[in-house]
């Protein structure tokens, strides 16, 4: 049986923020430094995504629909995680996920109404029951083998269960992290490892 061919390095790779999240993340303004000091050429997009989970998807197909799909990545946490599971689906790319949501739809039910944004208290914006039912319509209920996805997961996670996320990603390349929690506070410590996933020194 033959392996299948490594994938080219990443020269495009888009990040996808978190529920009530941003660009201005921690973790995704490391991932931007990072990437600009290691690998200078490639074409980063990080956006802020619209709380309709349809338009968000819209908006990243449309924002990508150029990208070569051969050497395009996709970087998802928490909401984002489950984001970029679908991306990952539609466009067949490499796909790193942070604490992946597996069911936004049950879980962000509890989070209908007007919400604050994380970064910026001042922003607020209305999570609108109409979007529980476009989560479900993004959720992949096929579970197949895939080396191009490295799941990063940690025991410690407060707010996802662990088991949860490792089972629905068991079939993908999974980093079980002891302890940790749910923002990946030592992400600095998994660069390395994200990095050489995406085919950079």
């Not at 150029?66 to 990952?88: C, E």
Request: aromatic letters at 10%; charged letters at 15%.
């Amino acid at each position: 049986m033959n392996a299948e061919p490594t994938p080219p390095a990443s020269t495009h790779l888009l990040y996808l923020h978190g529920f009530r999240s941003s660009p201005q993340s921690a973790k995704a303004r490391a991932m931007a430094s990072h990437v600009a000091q290691r690998a200078p050429g490639v074409h980063w997009w990080c956006p802020q995504l619209p709380p309709s989970p349809r338009a968000a998807m819209q908006q990243v197909l449309a924002g990508t629909a150029d990208w070569p799909r051969q050497s395009m990545a996709v970087i998802g946490s928490s909401l984002g995680g489950f984001y970029a599971t679908w991306v990952a689906e539609q466009t067949g790319c490499r796909s790193v996920l942070l604490n992946p949501a597996v069911n936004p739809a049950r879980d962000l039910a509890n989070y209908i109404g007007e919400q604050a944004s994380w970064h910026d208290p001042a922003e607020h914006f209305f999570f609108l029951p109409e979007y529980v039912q476009e989560l479900r319509e993004l959720t992949l209920h096929v579970q197949r083998p895939d080396p191009r996805c490295l799941a990063i997961i940690a025991k410690g996670d407060e707010l996802l269960d662990w088991r949860e996320m490792h089972s629905r990603y068991a079939l993908a390349s999974v980093q079980l992290l002891e302890g940790g929690d749910h923002a990946l506070s030592d992400f600095a410590a998994h660069l390395p490892t994200i990095m050489s996933f995406l085919g950079w020194p």
